[in-house]
């Protein structure tokens, strides 16, 4: 006899009765009877060959099969649900088996495994456009991404799980989950922005647990800002917040919240207390990175008590949980506590040890941060274990790896802006995808808004009814405060989520800081094939600046030193004098009329350099200045050894790090090279001057709001003469030399500055401290060429340049971060291509600057001598003319040549 035929309807209605029966198992939590229903139902949909189902009942009977702690089995059931989708076209349920496998891999602690499960998820949810699926995957991907340390790419994540579901549930969460992103990177007023929003989008639906969520992120958010009453206070109403919800897990994360801001306002014993009811609360819910944390918050207070060895041990045990849930943020933080503990201990080698896992770890994270903005506030975040890790090799007598981390602790996101192509997001191809196109409608709107702000007319000296004809004599115009600082801030953020859809943004590179071998090889790399120049020139000694609210440290290097020499001031008493002397110093020398005692300068050369000049060997006649903080605003070459001012023995640079001298001599090379393989070593001038500003007089502008003016700006009467005078210098040197004036700078000035190695600017120029993207040059219609629409626009761009001067007021005054990044025109001029810049530190007089920079060029004369000593030779000519500091220093030298 033969086989009887398959009744298929039969068959099938079994296998959905099965399925049935499964489901109803399963939403009864009875995963053993589901497992035993879904297998039947497998087998009877393998014979109907329902491929459908199969995948289906898979999928749920690897859900079951979790639930009872099958784990490899469940990740089985998956990867079969997966592979039967796959295979036949079923992309929603390959999408939904694909979450459920990220899920488990997740839950695990297989953070890669589960990245991949749900970018296949994505992939299949983007086949069959299903929302739901793709939100899911997008959430999750922004959540395991900012768990291994990667801030900026969570932050797209999260936006995307937002915009792609307009009626999503989970609009609340995605804010908060941008909120913890933006905490990370140390943009708190950001964060608090949206843990504000969350709040107010989870009380929309009366969800008490995701409120208490936001508000207490909100108080993390706060307490990292060092707000710690606003800190507490948002933690209580989270704690109260949590007990109405029942969320007992929480209710132990902001006891022990509660318990560091007891910490930071001095109550020990409550601190203790808090923090320990957190870990045993943490440990019963078995919530083990919470209970890490707070093992951790509870070692703070016993090193505040003095108990270093119950520090220790609470340090030990988070870090043990740490690594066993690989959360490599909390090993960054426990290993840094174990670092300082040591160090307080006076045990300087695990101490050493301890600091460089955590630095190591740092700078991990850090290199996966693509936008510049993005890596300098995550830099700030990390100046205290540089300072320590300093302090530490310092008292060890490692000098060579002190100077090393003193590079590491500088923010390094000028070198990687430098050492990387420029992305330009116009070129961006908006075509099919819709949220691309709303960016880029979007960005253009906040340009528009931008370039009315900008075309402000400037307060003069005359007054709000000043007249036409008044000249106060000085290149430079007061700011107001402005709000255009919030549409820099969103116009920013807006320009970075496109330069992250662009397909050159995965290759950026993060650029290493430069070791000491590799310093000192700095003397020996010739920077041509021709083998004429080294890197760095071997009459130049490199000083290096690091001012910590512990110390002054600073260290000079130069060919052939084997070690650097340094300077280091810890007693309190001496750095108070030090930081008032530099205060009093940048007052009196930027105040015209104002002369600086020499004295003063005595001081501050005593101080800052102490003996290390005094250890350089003969022949060293360049100084190659690294500063830190408001350093970068001192010009060093009107210090006084007590002999002389410092131009009178050196010529000075600035950099703003040691690590930028192999990018810039690279690119000077090409530079050179470029001009060899044309046959022209010329170097022609491009001399733009504006004398007349008129314009900007003629009748008042609204500013903002809050701000109206009638005045303008001032004419300068020298600028002309000057632009003149250098002008027939550039023709000596080449016959292409071109002279712009007033009107013309801004016609033509963007166009041809790409065609001169010497850019020479006169006029007026503008710094704000609030917005520093916002400072530019003003142009002769009151509009500002700024350093956003230099560094983000490609206003101006280079790739012949040699040398720019701005003779015009403060155009070197930086902002600078907490890490040491600058901000401000300089950086954005470095980075449209301009190796070497001469720029000012405070309002100059119109005449005097007139003269400096004619004696300037008559000593440069296109490149005889280096920049440096042509300078210093204009500045000392400025000196024996008997002209005060605030005359020939305001002026320095920003490069290598």
Not at 211 to 221: D, E, L, P, T, V
Not at 351 to 356: E, G, L, R
Not at 561 to 568: E, F, H, M, R, V
Request: with cysteine.
């Amino acid at each position: 006899m033969g086989k009887k035929p398959i009744n298929l309807e039969k068959q099938r209605a079994a296998m959905e009765s099965m399925g049935d029966k499964g489901w109803r198992a399963f939403q009864d939590n009875d995963f053993e009877k589901a497992i035993g229903f879904y297998e039947k139902a497998l087998e009877l949909a393998e014979e109907v060959s329902d491929h459908g189902a199969l995948a289906v009942f898979s999928s749920y009977q690897g859900i079951s099969l979790a639930g009872i702690g099958e784990k490899e089995k469940a990740v089985a059931a998956f990867q079969r649900a997966i592979e039967t989708a796959h295979q036949y076209g079923l992309s929603k349920v390959e999408a939904h088996a694909s979450l459920l496998l990220a899920e488990q891999y997740r839950d695990d602690g297989l953070a890669d495994d589960a990245i991949a499960c749900f970018l296949r998820a994505l992939d299949a949810a983007y086949t069959c456009d299903d929302r739901n699926g793709m939100e899911i995957a997008f959430g999750n991907l922004g959540r395991l991404y900012l768990e291994k340390g990667w801030a900026e790419q969570s932050i797209e994540w999260f936006r995307h799980a937002i915009e792609v579901r307009e009626d999503t549930p989970n609009k609340a969460a995605w804010l908060g989950s941008l909120g913890l992103a933006y905490t990370e990177l140390g943009l708190y007023d950001d964060a608090n922005d949206y843990f504000t929003r969350a709040f107010n989008e989870a009380g929309l639906n009366n969800d008490r647990k995701t409120q208490a969520i936001c508000r207490g992120s909100q108080g993390n958010s706060l307490f990292e800002a060092k707000r710690y009453e606003e800190a507490a206070q948002c933690y209580e109403e989270a704690l109260t917040l949590s007990e109405k919800a029942d969320d007992q897990r929480r209710v132990g994360i902001w006891l022990g919240n509660i318990g560091n801001a007891w910490l930071k306002r001095g109550d020990l014993t409550k601190a203790v207390e808090n923090c320990q009811r957190a870990v045993e609360l943490a440990k019963a819910q078995e919530d083990q990175q919470s209970a890490a944390a707070h093992l951790d918050s509870l070692g703070d207070c016993y090193f505040a008590q003095g108990d270093l060895g119950l520090a220790l041990e609470r340090y030990q045990e988070a870090l043990g949980i740490s690594k066993e849930i690989a959360d490599r943020q909390g090993q960054r933080i426990y290993l840094s506590n174990l670092g300082k503990t040591y160090q307080q201990m006076g045990q300087l080698q695990p101490a050493f040890d301890f600091f460089s896992s955590a630095i190591e770890l740092f700078d991990e994270q850090r290199s996966a941060i693509k936008a510049d903005d993005l890596k300098t506030s995550f830099q700030n975040r990390g100046q205290d274990m540089y300072r320590d890790m300093v302090k530490v090799c310092l008292s060890m007598g490692k000098r060579v790896e002190a100077l090393e981390y003193v590079g590491r602790a500088k923010s390094r996101a000028l070198l990687d802006l430098l050492s990387n192509s420029p992305i330009d997001v116009s070129q961006l191809d908006d075509s099919g995808d819709e949220s691309l196109q709303k960016l880029i409608h979007h960005e253009s709107d906040l340009r528009n808004q931008i370039a009315h702000f900008e075309r402000l007319f400037w307060q003069g000296s005359g007054g709000a009814g000043g007249s036409g004809g008044s000249d106060s004599g000085t290149r430079g115009a007061a700011i107001p405060t402005e709000d255009s600082q919030r549409i820099y801030a969103e116009w920013r953020d807006v320009v970075n989520q496109l330069r992250r859809r662009h397909p050159n943004y995965a290759s950026l590179v993060c650029a290493s800081t430069l070791t000491f071998s590799e310093i000192s090889c700095l003397w020996n790399e010739v920077r041509t094939t021709s083998g004429a120049d080294f890197l760095l020139s071997r009459d130049t000694a490199i000083v290096e600046f690091y001012w910590t609210d512990q110390y002054m440290l600073s260290a000079a290097l130069w060919h052939g030193a084997s070690q650097p020499a340094l300077n280091l001031i810890t007693d309190t008493e001496k750095l108070t004098v030090l930081e008032e002397d530099l205060a009093n110093f940048l007052e009196m020398s930027a105040t015209e009329g104002w002369e600086v005692p020499v004295s003063l300068c005595k001081r501050l050369y005593k101080g800052l350099f102490g003996d290390v000049l005094n250890d350089l060997p003969a022949g060293i006649n360049h100084l190659l200045l690294v500063p830190h903080g408001s350093l970068f605003h001192l010009p060093f070459s009107a210090l006084h050894d007590g002999t002389s001012y410092v131009c009178q023995r050196f010529a000075t640079s600035y950099l703003p790090t040691t690590s930028l001298i192999p990018v810039l001599a690279k690119a000077q090379a090409e530079v050179q090279q470029n001009t060899e393989n044309t046959q022209d070593s010329s170097a022609p001038y491009l001399v733009s001057a504006i004398s007349d500003y008129s314009i900007t007089r003629k009748e008042g502008v609204v500013f903002s709001s809050r701000l109206r003016s009638a005045a303008g700006l001032d004419d300068l009467s020298y600028t002309l003469e000057e632009a003149q005078t250098i002008f027939d210098l550039g023709k000596l040197t080449s016959t292409r030399s071109k002279m712009l004036t007033n009107q013309e700078v801004k016609d033509s000035l963007p166009e041809l500055f790409s065609k001169y190695p010497v850019v020479h600017f006169a006029g007026h120029a503008v710094f704000n401290p609030d917005e520093p993207l916002a400072s530019g040059l003003v142009l002769a219609d009151g509009s500002i060429l700024t350093a956003a629409a230099i560094l983000q626009g490609n206003a101006l761009r280079t790739h012949c340049g040699k040398l720019l001067v701005l003779s015009a007021c403060q155009t070197g005054v930086n902002k600078v971060t907490a890490g040491g990044e600058i901000l401000g025109l300089a950086r954005a001029l470095m980075y449209a291509g301009m190796p070497n810049l001469v720029l000012s530190l405070w309002e100059v007089a119109d005449r005097s600057t007139a003269t400096l920079m004619k004696d300037f060029h008559s000593a440069w004369q296109g490149g005889k001598i280096p920049i440096y000593e042509a300078l210093r030779q204009a500045q000392i000519q400025a000196l024996h003319n008997g002209h005060p500091i605030h005359a020939w220093a305001p002026f320095i030298h920003m490069g290598i040549d």
